[in-house]
């Protein structure tokens, strides 16, 4: 029987994916860039038992059994088991089934990509199980799902579309078989900028008050690669250059521009969204006034000094500088304002010392209390762990049962 725990980062987009070329692999139209989330405020944790008497692979999420058969898990399994056996790595146990339970330590009803944090970690831990090197399976996490793949690694991450010289050419049987290996393998996540390099770069997520459910990302990306002419001048023109001119402002350490490109990509997104047929809508009257409270921050401030960006739902995530945080978040504080109701502090995560006097923004209106239900406040960090050493972390007992 062997037993290892891991944990894995969130990771948030400030170039984004959408759409697929292969829904299958999950092979992205375009390259994205995100930020990874410290794992000291928000992580997805998986314990995986294997052991020769165990009759069957099974798994807990957040501490109820779900189906294993799930398309994307159990393509998560094969493959680490293929590479596995491919590379002589894990001995007998690749022939084990595994007991594997998952859970977040952030609540997956607010969005806040817990599936990307979920995938990784599964994959990161059971490589690691395997004997695997786990940097060499991103392309594995994002067969769970996309944006998983840039997880895997801290700091600031790109996943690269296909290369144009692997792309289309599908022919029958075993030619076919080694093309979509190939087109498999080469479409992974890298670190471009360590979380060291660019240490003072912080993050706020506003988690909006809302209970409706929008479209998945899944279905929505979709619909707009099928019906939406802007993602078309998006997938082509707009993020080829972005890309590169982000991975520049990023070596540069030039917030202003890593701000600019942030906000446009995040608004372009939103702007395919509505151009799909019928429309998706993500963002609501919350975050639109999250928005203009952003601009109208930096307008006061004299310098673009916070980014906004907002993935499938209404929440904000803020990135910004260290020393712009204290003045953010008491002017933000004042002007969304705590629900008079809250039981919790309004503010989580990384605390600051000052509090300064809230800036004051002529041309937007305080908003209603409530609007927000809390912040969490974070930095970026660095990649999934093993958390063999601590005693008693395991989700998963000796048994195989969920601790
Ligand atoms: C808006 O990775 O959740 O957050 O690959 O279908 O599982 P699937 O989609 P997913 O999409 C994330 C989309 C996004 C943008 C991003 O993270 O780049």
């Known amino acids: 029987m062997k037993i290892c725990t891991g944990i894995a980062p969130v990771n948030i987009a400030v170039i984004k994916y959408w759409g697929k070329k292969d829904e299958k692999l999950i092979l992205p139209m375009n390259d994205s860039i995100s930020g990874t989330l410290s794992t000291d405020e928000m992580h997805a944790k998986t314990s995986v038992a294997l052991s020769p008497d165990f009759t069957e692979d099974k798994l807990w999420l957040n501490g109820k059994e779900v189906s294993i058969h799930q398309p994307r898990v159990a393509v ?8 596995a ?27 806040l990509a817990s599936s990307a944090a979920g995938y990784s970690c599964l994959v990161f831990t059971i490589a690691h199980a395997l004997g695997l090197d786990s940097s060499q399976v991103s392309h594995i996490a994002r067969q769970g799902s996309g944006s998983a793949c840039r ?5 600031f991450v790109r996943w690269r579309a296909l290369p144009s010289e692997l792309e289309g050419k599908q022919s029958d049987g075993e030619e076919s078989e080694d093309l979509r290996r190939k087109q498999s393998e080469a479409s992974n996540a890298e670190q471009i900028i360590s979380e060291a390099y660019w240490g003072s770069m912080r993050v706020i997520i506003l988690v909006v008050n809302d209970q409706a459910k929008s479209t998945s990302s899944t279905d929505g990306m979709q619909r707009t690669t099928l019906t939406s002419t802007l993602y078309t001048h998006r997938v082509h023109t707009v993020v080829p250059e972005r890309c590169e001119r982000m991975e520049t402002a990023l070596n540069e350490k030039d917030f202003a521009t890593f701000a600019q490109l942030t906000m446009q990509d995040s608004n372009q997104f939103h702007a395919c969204c509505l151009d799909t047929y019928p429309p ?26 916070v980014a906004y960006t907002f993935d499938a739902g209404p929440n904000a995530c803020l990135y910004l500088l260290e020393d712009s945080v204290p003045l953010l978040l008491s002017t933000l504080v004042q002007y969304f304002p705590a629900s008079s109701e809250i039981s919790v502090p309004y503010v989580r995560g990384l605390k600051y010392s000052t509090t300064p006097s809230p ?18 406040s974070t930095r970026i960090g660095s990649g999934p762990k093993i958390l063999d050493d601590i005693p008693n972390n395991h989700l998963v007992n000796e048994q195989g049962a969920p601790n």
């Open 280 to 305: 998706i809508v993500y963002m609501n009257d919350t975050s639109h006034a999250v928005v203009r409270f952003v601009h109208e921050f930096n307008t006061v401030a004299g310098g673009t000094k």
């Open 85 to 111: 056996q491919q590379k002589k790595s894990g001995g007998d146990m690749v022939h084990w089934k595994m007991h594997i339970c998952s859970e977040n330590n952030f609540p997956t009803a607010a969005g």
């Open 151 to 155: 997880s895997m690694f801290g700091g």
């Open 76 to 83: 998560c399994l094969s493959e680490l088991r293929k590479l």
């Open 359 to 376: 800036l004051q923004l002529p041309s937007f209106t305080p908003q209603p209390a409530g609007l927000l239900q809390y912040l969490i």
